[in-house]
Nanobody, 126 residues
Framework: QLSLVESGGGLVQAGDSLQLSCVAS????????MSWFRQGPGKEREFIAT????????NYANRVKGRFTISRDNAKNTVYLHMNNLKPEDTAVYYC???????????????????WGQGTQVTVSS
């Protein structure tokens, strides 16, 4: 079992940076690929980024590529999302999720993700 808790959200201005963290409880964190999703107001939840179980491979949604960086520290059971040059359209609740397909970094159906955090709110003002 894996329990996920996100933190680091907040209110920032356009152009600012922010780093989100997701801490996992459980001994098998490294057995999961980890992803970040977000859900903006009135929008469906969307994929943002994923990192393989080893941390060596990553993948990003086109709309955040070059601005966001996903990474993980398996010794700390933590996955990060560093966000640069934030835009008002990045306003959303951000969720981390764990997928048992450890080495997959392609965009997977949300139904494959076994564990989800409760989300952290990011609000970007213009």
């Amino acid at each position: 079992q894996l329990s996920l808790v996100e933190s680091g959200g907040g209110l920032v201005q356009a152009g600012d940076s922010l780093q989100l963290s997701c801490v996992a409880s459980g001994r098998v964190f490294g057995a999961y690929s980890m992803s970040w999703f977000r859900q903006g107001p009135g929008k469906e939840r969307e994929f943002i980024a994923t990192v393989s179980g080893s941390g060596r491979r990553t993948n990003y949604a086109n709309r955040v590529k070059g601005r966001f960086t996903i990474s993980r520290d398996n010794a700390k059971n933590t996955v990060y999302l560093h966000m640069n040059n934030l835009k008002p359209e990045d306003t959303a609740v951000y969720y981390c999720a764990a997928n048992p397909r450890r080495d997959y970094i392609d965009i997977r159906p949300m139904s494959e993700y076994e564990h989800w955090g409760q989300g952290t709110q990011v609000t970007v003002s213009s």
